[in-house]
């Protein structure tokens, strides 16, 4: 058997990155509050001796979301010690042996203040977009209600998370302004950042959707089915969610229902006038 060594982690040139834990097999290993309450104070606490700032948080029930700030051998040892703690306590609590979590922290460095703006936003709308909330004020295990001064149930406790220094970096972009805090999470910018799998799939699915139903809405036409199959439209439709969503050619044949061959060419060519 031949093991494969593992990819080097990319070092931000800003110091943030993206980062997601997820329970193994796609479980629940964060079942309840007690459970999300104490992987809350186990980053609180390591963060925090690790001297990393934490911009932002999302604690779903399979997986937590972190924007993190700080140096990146800082960071892999906290979850270590995180991820160590918690499995130990999870495994006697729940009668259970083994792994608790799905391999290493996954990680995605952001190089931009753009970026760093939109995965916040990624990350605070997490469980709207899994339909568990309406609205990300709605949740409180997320860091949303720190920066809108409306503590959450995890702010309850002893300490908050959030970094001082990190949450007025951020709210000075908006003026400090929470209006303009919440109207820039309620907007769509078609961009899918480090997830798991199943919810990328989801996600992706769910904003193609709205894509191809916007450009139906702008050209009056009532269904995919009126669109003539290599036709000019089409070819349009398919430069859309190529360039907005990053879509393969197999998700856009089947999205649209058209030939692959077809497909293929626009995405090589572009839009031919004779289509």
């Known amino acids: 058997m031949v093991f494969l060594p593992r990819t080097k982690r990319k070092i931000s040139p800003t110091g943030y990155y993206h980062i997601m834990i997820r329970g193994i097999n796609k479980e629940a290993i964060f079942r309840c509050s007690k459970d999300k309450s104490f992987v809350y104070h186990l980053f609180t606490e390591n963060f925090s001796a690790n001297e990393i700032g934490l911009t932002a948080y999302c604690i779903m029930n399979n997986h937590i979301h972190f924007l993190l700030q700080g140096d990146l051998a800082n960071?892999?040892?906290?979850?270590?010690?995180?991820?160590?703690?918690?499995?130990?306590?999870?495994?006697?609590?729940?009668?259970?042996?083994?792994?608790?979590?799905?391999?290493?922290?996954?990680?995605?460095?952001?190089?931009?203040?753009?970026y760093l703006l939109t995965a916040l936003r990624y990350i605070h709308n997490n469980p709207v977009k899994a339909g568990?909330?309406?609205?990300?004020?709605?949740?409180?295990?997320?860091?949303?209600?720190?920066?809108?001064?409306?503590?959450?149930?995890?702010?309850?406790?002893?300490?908050?998370?959030?970094?001082?220094?990190?949450?007025?970096?951020?709210?000075?972009?908006?003026?400090?302004?929470?209006?303009?805090?919440?109207?820039?999470?309620?907007?769509?910018?078609?961009?899918?950042?480090?997830?798991?799998?199943?919810?990328?799939?989801?996600?992706?699915?769910?904003?193609?959707?709205?894509?191809?139903n916007q450009y139906l809405v702008q050209h009056n036409v009532s269904s995919i089915a009126q669109i003539p199959k290599n036709s000019?439209?089409?070819?349009?439709?398919?430069?859309?969610?190529?360039?907005?969503?990053?879509?393969?050619t197999c998700k856009i044949v089947s999205l649209l229902n058209v030939q692959r061959s077809f497909v293929t060419y626009v995405k090589k060519h572009g839009i031919s006038e004779n289509a």
């Open 132 to 212: 568990y909330v309406l609205s990300p004020k709605d949740y409180a295990w997320s860091s949303y209600r720190h920066f809108i001064e409306e503590p959450g149930a995890a702010s309850k406790k002893k300490k908050v998370a959030i970094s001082k220094k990190e949450k007025e970096a951020i709210m000075q972009i908006f003026d400090h302004d929470p209006l303009a805090f919440r109207l820039f999470h309620k907007e769509e910018d078609f961009c899918i950042h480090l997830d798991t799998p199943e919810d990328v799939e989801r996600i992706q699915k769910k904003q193609s959707d709205i894509l191809i």
């Open 232 to 248: 000019k439209d089409m070819a349009c439709l398919i430069i859309l969610l190529f360039e907005k969503m990053n879509l393969s």
């Open 75 to 114: 960071i892999s040892d906290s979850f270590r010690k995180i991820n160590l703690r918690y499995a130990i306590r999870y495994n006697a609590v729940y009668q259970r042996v083994g792994h608790v979590f799905q391999n290493r922290y996954k990680s995605e460095v952001i190089d931009t203040s753009s």
